[in-house]
């Protein structure tokens, strides 16, 4: 069976500052990660996601995240926050054998001070 | 814009109700996915529709059901509603089965069972 855990359901950053959400996986066989964004009122939004062809996986508005496989690791980051990167973040994993199904870690909310 | 559509937006009912949350999958795309979100349990995965055949179920409730139609639309049918079955569903759509499949989120439906 697959799980994900974000550490910290909630983030604080000031603008400018790096952000960094943390996400670990447990998967028996060869995991796809995802990460997501959910603003207010609105559907998910994929960010990135990792398919095995490189670990370090770049995504839409600057994020970025590292696979390692040694940590069961798929942490999100983003050097400099902005304002508008304010919203929830969901990590979830997908294997083939089980028709691509996410399951998604609780999600962390990410809030971000002038 | 996903591309992914769901009606209705809003849903107001009584406990003990039946409703019918339905779903347009983004043009092309096969797969239908459901999934459940609040704040007790997160985001869940309830199942799973390709090409009008059901291909995976999570912890779906027996008091729900689905279906995928010819035309791939796929509707999601509540019944006998608890007051704890209030949450944001949303349906998702990929191109195929598969975990490295992206999946395409709509903008949910916010179901209040009162």
């Known amino acids: 069976a697959q799980s994900v855990t974000q550490l910290g359901s909630h983030v604080s950053v000031s603008e400018g500052a790096l952000v960094l959400l943390r996400c670990n996986y447990s998967s028996s066989v060869p995991p796809y990660l995802f990460w997501y964004v959910q603003y207010p009122n609105q559907g998910l939004q994929l960010l990135l996601k990792y398919t095995s062809a490189a670990t370090l996986v770049k995504g839409i508005n600057g994020f970025e995240a590292e696979f390692k496989k040694s940590e069961t690791s798929f942490h999100l980051t983003k050097p400099s926050a902005h304002m508008r990167d304010a919203a929830e973040y969901f990590c979830?994993?997908?294997?083939?054998?089980?028709?691509?199904?996410?399951?998604f870690g609780q999600g962390t909310e990410l809030s971000v001070k002038p | 814009d996903s591309g992914v559509t769901q009606t209705p937006k809003h849903l107001i009912t009584a406990t003990g109700q039946r409703v019918t949350l339905r779903c347009s999958p983004r043009?092309?795309?096969?797969?239908v996915y459901w999934y459940q979100q609040s704040l007790d349990q997160g985001l869940q995965f309830l199942i799973q529709?390709?090409?009008?055949?059901?291909?995976a179920k999570g912890n779906i409730l027996e008091r729900f059901s689905a279906q995928q139609f010819p035309d791939l639309h796929s509707e999601l049918n509540l019944s006998s509603l608890e007051l704890g079955d209030s949450a944001l569903y949303f349906c998702?759509?990929?191109?195929?089965?598969?975990?490295?499949?992206?999946?395409?989120f709509g903008p949910g439906t916010r179901l209040t069972v009162l």
């Open positions: 998702a759509s990929s191109v195929a089965v598969g975990g490295i499949n992206e999946q395409f």
């Open positions: 043009s092309g795309d096969l797969s």
């Open positions: 529709y390709y090409n009008g055949e059901e291909r």
């Open positions: 979830a994993v997908s294997v083939d054998n089980q028709g691509g199904k996410l399951i």
